[in-house]
């Protein structure tokens, strides 16, 4: 089974322009993450896929391999559908190009989904962890994930889900992790399947295999680290790097 993992990169950033690009302790968030992933030695490759030529150079001029979109892209996996398509591989784990803090352990845990899975039920696999803190239970920069008994993914949302009306019932509340591992084959079927109103209105793309039927399957980790969508996100990230 070959695996490997596309970062998907844009320059600009609606709520943190340019933040791939910010100063991480003495090299750029991107080139970070870059770095983090190949580290794990869990792949046969690493990508970054990017729409900048500003993000295509810092890659390559310091020794990691980066692929330029041939045209704009809505979302990070119609960026990676593109740059797959014509690569044989099985797996495509998708790490988001502003999570330095990326590590083995957890995407280990995602890939073992699909060594297990030998009647290919699984389309997905992503991450989540457990928070408990409601002002980012209540956050629309956190998203939020319901799953099933055998953790399959019920709806992904940026409101508070399950909303608390009886607040004695046991609820725990999950974020999502923004690390996705695809069979090629859904990546592709995604790329060609249109974008339908409830993802529209979310802004969250995972919603679209959702909505045409695809299985995610959810893995629970407890290793946050910090996604940096924000200056303050920047921030608490330097600090823990220290």
């Given at each position: 089974?070959?695996?490997?993992?596309?970062?998907?990169?844009?320059?600009?950033?609606?709520?943190?322009?340019?933040?791939?690009?910010?100063?991480?302790?003495?090299?750029?968030?991107?080139?970070?993450?870059?770095?983090?992933?190949?580290?794990?030695?869990?792949?046969?490759?690493?990508?970054?896929?990017?729409?900048?030529?500003?993000?295509?150079?810092?890659?390559?001029?310091?020794?990691?391999?980066?692929?330029?979109?041939?045209?704009?892209?809505?979302?990070?996996?119609?960026?990676?559908?593109?740059?797959?398509?014509?690569?044989?591989?099985?797996?495509?784990?998708n790490?988001?190009?502003?999570?330095?803090?990326?590590?083995?352990?957890?995407?280990?845990?995602?890939?073992?989904?699909?060594?297990?899975?030998?009647?290919?039920?699984?389309?997905l696999?992503?991450?989540?962890?457990?928070?408990?803190?409601?002002?980012?239970?209540?956050?629309?920069?956190?998203?939020?994930?319901?799953?099933?008994?055998?953790?399959?993914?019920?709806?992904?949302?940026?409101?508070?889900?399950p909303?608390?009306?009886?607040?004695?019932?046991?609820?725990?509340?999950?974020?999502?992790k923004?690390?996705?591992?695809?069979?090629k084959?859904?990546?592709?079927?995604f790329?060609?399947?249109?974008?339908?109103?409830?993802?529209?209105?979310?802004?969250?793309?995972?919603?679209?295999?959702?909505?045409?039927?695809?299985?995610?399957?959810?893995?629970?980790?407890?290793?946050?680290?910090?996604?940096?969508?924000?200056?303050e996100?920047l921030?608490?990230?330097?600090?823990?790097?220290?």
């Amino acid at each position: 089974m070959k695996i490997i993992s596309m970062i998907p990169a844009r320059y600009s950033a609606s709520r943190f322009p340019g933040k791939l690009m910010q100063n991480l302790a003495g090299k750029s968030v991107i080139l970070r993450t870059y770095e983090a992933t190949v580290a794990t030695q869990l792949f046969d490759d690493v990508y970054v896929v990017t729409d900048s030529a500003v993000i295509f150079d810092e890659i390559t001029s310091n020794g990691g391999k980066a692929i330029m979109s041939k045209k704009e892209h809505e979302s990070g996996s119609d960026r990676i559908a593109e740059a797959v398509a014509d690569l044989d591989v099985d797996i495509v784990v998708n790490v988001q190009g502003d999570e330095p803090f990326t590590e083995r352990e957890s995407l280990g845990k995602v890939l073992e989904v699909f060594k297990e899975d030998h009647e290919k039920n699984i389309d997905l696999a992503s991450l989540m962890v457990e928070i408990h803190d409601w002002d980012e239970i209540s956050n629309p920069n956190t998203v939020k994930v319901i799953v099933d008994q055998q953790n399959f993914a019920l709806y992904f949302s940026r409101s508070p889900i399950p909303y608390p009306r009886d607040k004695q019932a046991g609820a725990r509340y999950f974020k999502h992790k923004g690390i996705y591992a695809f069979r090629k084959q859904a990546l592709l079927d995604f790329y060609e399947l249109p974008m339908q109103f409830i993802e529209a209105t979310e802004k969250i793309e995972c919603i679209r295999y959702l909505e045409y039927g695809k299985r995610i399957k959810m893995v629970e980790t407890t290793i946050e680290g910090v996604e940096i969508d924000t200056p303050e996100d920047l921030e608490r990230a330097k600090k823990l790097w220290k």
